[in-house]
């Protein structure tokens, strides 16, 4: 199994960036998927959240309005695109997939619960 992340990189304030989050060796379709990110010296924070049974999905409180989270099935590919982007974004963005759990309003699961972390793709927002 592999979720490998990209389209990370330096960009702007106010600037855009989408990220991708490709799956091999399981589908996605019995899985929430999460985005996490984590800042230097921070702890761990769920950005992002999609369940694919039903599409529901979770945002965290500073990235509502700003960030979309989607799926694409034909690819197995989940997404963050991320608008007005600002300093305090920065992060290294991680994906993460747990089988049957699912994510809805102010809840998504912990993350202890996830079954697959991919290995990151950091994002830079800076002038």
């Known amino acids: 199994v592999q979720l490998v992340e990209s389209g990370g990189g330096l960009v702007q304030p106010g600037g855009s960036l989408r990220l991708s989050c490709a799956a091999s060796g399981i589908s996605l379709d019995y899985y929430a998927i999460t985005w996490f990110r984590q800042a230097p010296g921070k702890e761990r924070e769920g950005v992002s959240c999609?369940?694919?049974?039903?599409?529901?999905?979770y945002y965290g409180d500073s990235v509502k309005g700003r960030f979309t989270i989607s799926r694409d099935n034909a690819k197995n590919t989940v997404y963050l695109q991320m608008n007005s982007l600002k300093p305090e974004d920065t992060a290294v963005y991680y994906c993460?997939?747990?089988?049957?759990?699912?994510?809805?309003?102010?809840?998504?699961?912990?993350?202890?619960?996830?079954?697959?972390w991919g290995q990151g793709t950091q994002v830079t927002v800076s002038s």
């Open positions: 999609i369940t694919s049974s039903d599409g529901s999905t």
């Open positions: 993460a997939v747990v089988l049957g759990q699912w994510c809805r309003g102010t809840y998504y699961p912990a993350p202890r619960e996830y079954d697959y």
